[in-house]
């Protein structure tokens, strides 16, 4: 039996798929949505989470001690402000994915933070599976304001088809709304999954609003 066989179990394919792993830290005030970002990445598959982390302090100790392939940080978190505290992770760990998730009130910080150098992605509004398509892809899913024409993501033609699709209309409908067949519709739609890195229609939409691509929809009125 070979060396690297044990009971059964090649040894050398068990490190070859830990070295596959990409190891996570996640960061929230939240504990309801740490734990729910967590398990999400965790059974998305060939990931790890190492920590989660509920303040700056405890963010920053574990981007220090275990430089994680990839950190998805809800911010503000209770400490320095949301562009210093990437700042200081990024110099902890400059290899390190940084996902940034910022709420309304801190909208702001997004100008800021991208001015920061190295691998961080900025969004206000995000899919669990536009994380999982971050955490595996080394594509810009949200372009930093340095780079959000559109014309860089979608053609103008892509991102009137998402458009409409994001109104609820069917293939159908949008062909004659754009006087263009349903099968260059289905073309277009695929085409738009393939560069926003999803599979359906819901993830394409909330991930074109996480970038800026396009405008969440408009609530009724009463």
Sequence with gaps: MSDNVSNGVDVSELAGRARTLKRG???ARDVLVRASISHFLAHSGAVRIETQAASAAELLRATVAQTPDFIVACLPLAGPAPDALVEQMRQ?????RIIVVL??????ASERLARVPGDVLVTRQVSLESLVAAVHSKATLWPTPRSRARGEILSERQSEVLG??????????????????????????ADVFDRLHTRSRIGAVNSA?????????????L
């Design 25 to 27: 830290v996640i960061a």
């Design 92 to 96: 902890a760990s400059p290899a390190t």
């Design 103 to 108: 709420d309304e009130a801190n909208a702001g």
């Design 164 to 189: 409409l699709a994001a109104t609820g209309l069917s293939n159908q409908e949008i062909a004659r709304a754009l006087s263009i067949s349903p099968q260059t519709v289905k073309r277009h739609l």
């Design 209 to 221: 609003i996480a970038a800026g691509l396009l405008e969440p929809p408009m609530s009724p009125t």
